[in-house]
């Protein structure tokens, strides 16, 4: 009762000041899932278009377009300004609509930013309005999805939100990813369904004034309490994410992200609860009682990117994600390392990109170091559903305890045509005990992917083909199969 009357507490305050504020003109956000945007968002940041961190998605339109008039009369190579120009068709008007089809044989088991068919068959339309004079946005999604066992409808992707000075206030269901990672993320990513959530996060990333705070350059902060599920061990926890990301560095990014499960049924959700959460020292929080007032995780990632001559840049980064332990710092970490080479071919806008990326979710001691501990990460003795919403991880798409290399190869010439061509080693679940949502045996593999988009008129089409050396029996593969994919979206 406690809980439910926190909620509704929660959910009254974002909409009194849904209700009562209109300030300053809206700022609808650009959504996780289209890679393509992410790319050019990165190039444009690495040229100076774009500034302050650009790791945490969704981001601001507001703080993407911020300087795009300014773009005629600074010095960038073609590529960059073909990526200004895609950018701009991107940027929804007062009204936009849209409609997405996505279907396959058989969904990846490799999640990335990227958005994929989460069923064989994954379709959503999309209204959005945005008020400049009162600065409100109204985006409702909706969509229906088949297979793999699954067969419903969903608003998955709705929100509404409303500016307050340079805050937006926000209630709804939608992904977020956070973090510099391409093909996986350790703390917050777009595996899992959307959490029903509210919450307040800055719009453009302004840097303090104040000489003592100023040396963090421009700076963004995200919130959110979002209610899991009833059908887990523990009915309808509540979820709590904070990320405070700065720049003070011009392309040097420095990401802070904790998570919190707590409350729920039978649970207690008082102040001294959430007092014990939020301060989390010493004996105050995970101390391996019933008496702990809930599941903490707690992130760290970096990214840096500069200049390797002719144009070409080079984006070093790397996240460490621990279980915040009975210990003043976090401890027990997985980790995540990657490195993406890009820039121009040629001199008409074409421009290519060379990823490779390591994410490991046994836990060890000290980031890199320090003994494997199994079955830990995306664990609780006390929320025995784990870190998990609807049956997959909000975290890592191979859950705990596995290994993922990815080497991935883009390229894009200037009339529009994207290739993409991807190699997974996969390690699933390396113990081949606890509860893995992927698989409950061990598993290796490997995994090749190709495809091919382009905006051919009447939409974004893309299609591609994967490979994989091995099945999962419990998604109901054995051997070594194929799968073709295709996807296409229009925008109004």
Same mark, same amino acid.
């Given at each position: 009762?406690?809980?439910?009357?926190?909620?509704?507490?929660?959910?009254?305050?974002?909409?009194?000041?849904?209700?009562?504020?209109? $300030?300053?003109?809206?700022?609808?956000?650009?959504?996780?899932? @289209?890679?393509? $945007?992410?790319? @050019?968002?990165?190039?444009?940041?690495?040229?100076?278009?774009?500034?302050?961190?650009?790791?945490?998605?969704?981001?601001?339109w507001k703080q993407i377009t911020r300087n795009l008039s300014r773009t005629p009369e600074m010095d960038l190579p073609p590529y960059v300004r073909h990526a200004v120009m895609r950018v701009k068709g991107k940027i929804p008007g007062k009204l936009r609509m849209s409609v997405r089809m996505q279907a396959t044989n058989n969904p990846a088991i490799v999640r990335g930013f990227a958005s994929t068919a989460r069923n064989d068959l994954d379709a959503d339309a999309t209204l959005e309005y945005n008020n400049s004079d009162s600065g409100t946005t109204l985006h409702i999604q909706g969509g229906y999805r088949k297979g793999n066992g699954e067969d419903y409808a969903h608003l998955d992707g709705s929100y509404i939100s409303q500016d307050?000075?340079?805050?937006?206030?926000?209630?709804?269901? +939608?992904?977020?990813?956070?973090?510099?990672?391409?093909?996986?993320?350790?703390?917050?990513?777009?595996?899992?369904?959307?959490?029903?959530?509210?919450?307040?996060?800055?719009?453009?990333?302004?840097?303090?004034?104040?000489?003592?705070?100023?040396?963090?350059?421009?700076?963004?902060? @995200?919130?959110?309490v979002a209610r899991m599920e009833e059908d887990r061990f523990i009915a309808n926890p509540l979820f709590v994410g904070m990320r405070l990301t700065f720049e003070p560095i011009k392309n040097f990014e420095v990401g802070l992200s904790r998570t919190l499960q707590l409350c729920g049924e039978g649970r207690p959700c008082g102040f001294q609860s959430w007092t014990k959460a939020l301060i989390s020292v010493g004996d105050l929080d995970n101390t391996g009682t019933v008496n702990e007032p809930g599941n903490q995780l707690a992130s760290i990632d970096l990214a840096y990117s500069f200049s390797l001559g002719g144009n070409n840049s080079l984006k070093i980064y790397a996240e460490g994600t621990a279980e915040d332990q009975n210990v003043i710092l976090p401890f027990q970490f997985a980790k995540l390392l990657g490195v993406?080479?890009?820039?121009?071919?040629?001199?008409?806008?074409?421009?290519?990109?060379?990823?490779?990326?390591?994410?490991?979710?046994?836990?060890?001691?000290?980031?890199?170091?320090?003994? &494997?501990?199994?079955?830990?990460?995306?664990?609780?003795?006390?929320?025995?559903?784990?870190?998990?919403?609807?049956?997959?991880?909000?975290?890592?798409?191979?859950?705990?305890?596995?290994?993922? +290399?990815?080497?991935?190869? &883009?390229?894009?010439?200037?009339?529009?045509?994207?290739?993409?061509?991807?190699?997974?080693?996969?390690?699933?679940?390396? @113990?081949?005990?606890?509860?893995?949502?992927?698989?409950?045996?061990?598993?290796?593999?490997?995994?090749f992917e190709a495809s091919i988009q382009r905006d051919i008129g009447f939409g974004n089409f893309k299609v591609g083909l994967r490979h994989n050396s091995d099945g999962i029996p419990v998604l109901g593969n054995e051997g070594a199969f194929s799968s073709i994919s295709i996807s296409w979206e229009i925008n109004y």
């Open positions: 009762m406690m809980m439910r009357k926190f909620t509704v507490r929660w959910v009254g305050a974002i909409f009194s000041l849904l209700i009562s504020c209109g $300030l300053v003109q809206a700022s609808p956000w650009a959504a996780v899932g @289209d890679m393509q $945007l992410r790319n @050019d968002v990165e190039i444009l940041a690495r040229h100076g278009v774009i500034s302050g961190p650009v790791n945490t998605w969704p981001i601001s307050i000075g340079n805050w937006s206030a926000y209630a709804g269901a +939608f992904d977020r990813w956070w973090g510099p990672g391409r093909e996986s993320t350790l703390i917050l990513s777009n595996n899992a369904r959307p959490m029903p959530s509210v919450g307040l996060r800055r719009i453009e990333p302004k840097a303090f004034k104040t000489k003592w705070l100023s040396w963090m350059g421009p700076w963004q902060w @995200d919130m959110f993406s080479i890009y820039g121009p071919y040629g001199n008409k806008g074409a421009k290519w990109r060379i990823t490779t990326e390591f994410s490991d979710t046994v836990s060890r001691n000290v980031w890199l170091f320090g003994k &494997q501990r199994f079955n830990l990460i995306y664990r609780h003795f006390i929320y025995q559903t784990g870190y998990r919403f609807k049956g997959r991880a909000l975290g890592h798409s191979l859950d705990n305890d596995s290994r993922l +290399f990815s080497i991935i190869t &883009q390229y894009q010439n200037s009339s529009g045509w994207e290739y993409i061509v991807k190699y997974h080693h996969v390690k699933i679940n390396i @113990d081949g005990t606890g509860n893995n949502t992927v698989s409950v045996p061990k598993k290796n593999m490997d995994i």
